[in-house]
């Protein structure tokens, strides 16, 4: 398959670009930051976002979405990434909708999936319980009890757990480290025995804490089967973090854009100092960097999506610390090209460092990614 977008994809790109750089602007993001807006997005944006279809992506259509797949998701968030658009897209939209979507029984679909595409229902994945992305490592507990479950535990990172509606909680329902003991259960944010405490991140995004004490829930609260949550995850963890790159090349690629343009404006000696050949040098490296991320990234994607018996998973680790670095590379060669400017609030590069910092470490960072590549290939 060719590693470039088809028609259909590209239309979608140009579209969700030129929206979110109309509707989005880097200012909105810094609006949010400077009033400590209690949301931390525009509900009214993302009403619009859903009404294009960005809330639906991965959403079959007998439920309201438009029934694409991970590479479409992935032109949505690269636009996001382009813009910094603060918006609930990984944690509704990609963790949330592919979760219900793929292991939801009819009653969980035909519930949420309808009011996620429509944009009036928001999710996250409540998963982290350390410092770094582990999700092998579960000790939250879900006891069976009566006709439900009794949660205890607590997450932490649990992007937008603040707004969601619904929190989908992976507990242990067996043993004390094993894969085949984990579940997932769907629950209300606002139920008896759940505190959420809401953490503004570095780039002025959000997370939270999340703490269950004997949080109560029904049977019917469990998504697809008790003892199967650590292979359901592991399925839609690798389509997040596929999207999730997609993101970070955004990132780059919006990095390189400002850097190109101060470049060619910032003077010098009488010269502009893009006229400079160890800058130039410096931004042709930088740009062959970013080629090589986005083939990498679009080349995973279409593997995610053709489904293939040999997995992705090594692809998936290939793309996401490949975007990682990259966007890293990127945001620090654009603080350095603009100079002492780079550093100050002034100017909207910083967003794009901060925003990159906590998107690589979201979902396992490049060490993470590398190591478990190596596990991948028995290493």
């Given at each position: 398959?060719?590693?470039?977008?088809?028609?259909?994809?590209?239309?979608?790109?140009?579209s969700?670009?030129?929206?979110l750089?109309?509707?989005?602007?880097?200012?909105?993001?810094?609006?949010?930051?400077?009033?400590?807006?209690?949301?931390?997005f525009?509900?009214?944006?993302?009403?619009?976002?859903?009404?294009?279809?960005?809330?639906?992506?991965?959403?079959?259509?007998?439920?309201g979405?438009?029934?694409?797949?991970?590479?479409?998701?992935?032109?949505?968030?690269?636009?996001?990434?382009?813009?910094?658009?603060p918006?609930?897209?990984?944690?509704?939209?990609?963790?949330?909708?592919?979760?219900v979507?793929?292991?939801?029984?009819?009653?969980?679909?035909?519930?949420?999936?309808?009011?996620?595409?429509?944009?009036?229902?928001l999710t996250?994945?409540?998963?982290?319980?350390?410092?770094?992305?582990?999700?092998?490592?579960?000790?939250?507990?879900?006891?069976?009890?009566?006709?439900?479950?009794?949660?205890?535990?607590?997450?932490?990172?649990?992007?937008?757990?603040?707004v969601a509606?619904?929190?989908?909680?992976?507990?242990?329902?067996?043993?004390a480290?094993?894969?085949?003991?984990?579940?997932?259960?769907?629950?209300?944010?606002d139920?008896?025995?759940?505190?959420?405490?809401?953490?503004?991140?570095?780039?002025?995004?959000?997370?939270?804490?999340?703490?269950?004490?004997?949080?109560?829930?029904?049977?019917?609260?469990?998504?697809?089967?008790a003892?199967?949550?650590?292979?359901?995850?592991?399925?839609?963890l690798?389509?997040a973090?596929?999207?999730?790159?997609?993101?970070?090349?955004?990132?780059?690629?919006?990095?390189?854009?400002?850097?190109?343009?101060?470049?060619?404006?910032?003077?010098?000696?009488g010269k502009?100092?893009?006229?400079?050949?160890?800058?130039?040098?410096?931004?042709?490296?930088?740009?062959?960097?970013?080629?090589?991320?986005?083939?990498?990234?679009?080349?995973?994607?279409?593997?995610l999506d053709?489904?293939?018996?040999?997995?992705?998973?090594?692809?998936?680790?290939?793309?996401?610390?490949?975007?990682?670095?990259?966007?890293t590379?990127?945001?620090?060669?654009?603080?350095?090209?603009?100079?002492?400017?780079?550093?100050?609030?002034?100017?909207?590069?910083?967003?794009?460092?901060?925003?990159?910092?906590?998107?690589?470490?979201?979902?396992g960072?490049?060490?993470?990614?590398?190591?478990?590549?190596?596990?991948?290939?028995?290493?």
């Amino acid at each position: 398959m060719p590693i470039v977008f088809n028609d259909t994809q590209e239309m979608l790109r140009d579209s969700a670009m030129t929206f979110l750089r109309e509707n989005a602007r880097i200012s909105t993001l810094r609006t949010l930051r400077d009033t400590h807006d209690p949301t931390g997005f525009s509900r009214e944006l993302w009403q619009r976002c859903a009404a294009l279809g960005f809330a639906g992506v991965l959403i079959d259509e007998q439920y309201g979405g438009s029934g694409l797949g991970t590479v479409e998701a992935g032109v949505i968030a690269e636009a996001i990434g382009t813009t910094l658009a603060p918006l609930p897209f990984m944690s509704t939209a990609v963790l949330g909708a592919s979760l219900v979507g793929l292991f939801g029984n009819d009653s969980q679909r035909r519930a949420l999936l309808p009011e996620i595409a429509a944009g009036r229902h928001l999710t996250a994945l409540a998963l982290d319980e350390a410092a770094k992305h582990r999700p092998d490592r579960i000790a939250t507990t879900a006891r069976r009890e009566a006709d439900g479950y009794v949660l205890d535990g607590s997450k932490v990172f649990v992007v937008d757990g603040h707004v969601a509606d619904t929190l989908i909680v992976a507990a242990r329902t067996t043993g004390a480290g094993e894969a085949d003991g984990v579940a997932l259960f769907l629950v209300p944010r606002d139920s008896a025995g759940v505190r959420v405490e809401r953490c503004v991140l570095a780039d002025a995004t959000n997370a939270a804490r999340v703490a269950l004490d004997a949080a109560r829930v029904p049977a019917d609260a469990l998504l697809g089967t008790a003892g199967n949550g650590a292979e359901m995850l592991e399925l839609v963890l690798d389509t997040a973090r596929a999207v999730l790159s997609s993101e970070l090349l955004g990132i780059a690629d919006a990095t390189f854009a400002h850097t190109l343009a101060y470049l060619k404006e910032r003077r010098q000696f009488g010269k502009a100092i893009g006229e400079f050949q160890a800058l130039q040098h410096r931004a042709a490296h930088l740009f062959a960097e970013i080629e090589l991320t986005r083939a990498a990234v679009l080349r995973c994607q279409q593997r995610l999506d053709e489904r293939q018996p040999d997995g992705p998973e090594p692809l998936v680790c290939m793309a996401k610390a490949k975007a990682g670095a990259t966007a890293t590379l990127a945001v620090q060669e654009g603080v350095q090209m603009h100079g002492g400017m780079g550093m100050t609030d002034e100017l909207d590069i910083g967003f794009f460092m901060k925003r990159a910092r906590t998107a690589q470490e979201w979902l396992g960072d490049a060490n993470w990614q590398l190591d478990r590549w190596a596990a991948l290939r028995g290493y």
